[in-house]
Nanobody, 123 residues
Framework: QVQLVESGGGLVQPGGSLRLSCRAS?????????MGWYRQAPGDQRELVAS???????QYADSVKGRFAISRDNAKNTVYLQMNSLKPEDTADYYC????????????????WGQGTQVTVSS
């Protein structure tokens, strides 16, 4: 009943920019709390890149602070990740994540994940 669809990945040169988008679809009785972006490179742990909660509070990994910016449009149930000054070490699969609850039982939360979008930073 809840689906996340990412877009915006691709190949970019070092120093370039990309904007990732994630549209979350859900029924009318579901509400989203935090939304965020994770990434995972081959052989590495999946790491949190950036997150944003329902009131706009953001959190960033130290490795992307000052280069990436997360935002959300609650009316569209969409979260964005603007990536600037990209580096080869940013190469990874990027996954959208959303946490929320059903209004019928708001004390229990659920996590949902997108299928991922690949970002490659290379000359």
């Amino acid at each position: 009943q809840v689906q996340l669809v990412e877009s915006g990945g691709g190949l970019v040169q070092p120093g370039g920019s990309l904007r990732l988008s994630c549209r979350a679809s859900a029924g009318s009785i579901f509400r989203f709390n935090a939304m965020g972006w994770y990434r995972q490179a081959p052989g590495d742990q999946r790491e949190l890149v950036a997150s944003i909660n329902s009131d706009g509070t953001t959190q960033y990994a130290d490795s992307v602070k000052g280069r990436f910016a997360i935002s959300r449009d609650n009316a569209k149930n969409t979260v964005y990740l603007q990536m600037n000054s990209l580096k080869p070490e940013d190469t990874a699969d990027y996954y959208c994540q959303a946490e929320g609850f059903f209004v019928t039982n708001p004390r229990r939360t659920y996590d949902y994940w997108g299928q991922g979008t690949q970002v490659t930073v290379s000359s």
